[in-house]
């Protein structure tokens, strides 16, 4: 069987903020619809900030997919059928794991922003959503080297209220 691919999601400000008080800055429906329809039965890697803030949010963390949160944190306790793993290398091994038991052919990063700056090297794709604003935060996406990045597909998305979005999504060179 193929390795499974790594690839990354993510929402960012046309300033690269993704976040603050490890919250999202905008609510945009049509992004976390495609964020569901993207990762919906693949294994998601997040740091434990993220996984967090999905149990806030959802009250349970993300159905149908299996959570792999990387976290220092010893004794990390998680839903079951979820893993903790210590290190984003731990993490790769274990959701191409659950994705050759699942036979799912993508793996995905999720979040926060230290995770995806150690997951970048590994991504093979990056499905992101550019919202066409500046946003205050403290979190932020790094800038994709277009030597080593190209864009394979822009959409515009449905404006809401005063602001615009576009989904791309850019593969390894």
């Known amino acids: 069987m193929s390795e499974p691919r790594l690839s990354i999601i993510v929402a ?12 999202m800055l905008w609510h945009i429906p049509e992004d976390f619809k495609h964020f569901k329809n ?11 900030k993220t996984y967090e803030s999905i149990l806030a949010h959802l009250g349970k963390p993300l159905p149908n997919r299996v959570s792999i949160v990387v976290t220092r944190q010893d004794k990390y306790a998680i839903a079951d059928g ?8 731990e993490g790769l091994k274990k959701a191409k794991q659950v994705a050759n038991e699942n036979g799912t052919k993508e793996i995905f ?5 230290q995770i995806y700056k150690q997951m970048l090297q590994y991504a ?4 992101l959503t550019i919202v066409e604003k500046d946003f205050n ?25 005063d602001v615009s979005y576009r989904f791309e999504t850019w593969d390894r060179r």
């Open 12 to 23: 960012k400000a046309q300033n690269s903020v993704i976040g603050g008080d490890n919250k």
């Open 38 to 48: 993207v990762t919906n039965g693949k294994p998601v890697i997040m740091g434990r």
């Open 82 to 89: 979820n893993y903790v793993v210590s290190s984003v290398e």
């Open 124 to 127: 093979a794709r990056i499905y």
């Open 109 to 113: 990063c999720i979040g926060g922003a």
């Open 137 to 161: 935060g403290d979190a932020s996406f790094p800038n994709l080297d277009e030597n080593d990045w190209s864009l394979s597909e822009s959409k515009k998305g449905q404006d809401i209220k």
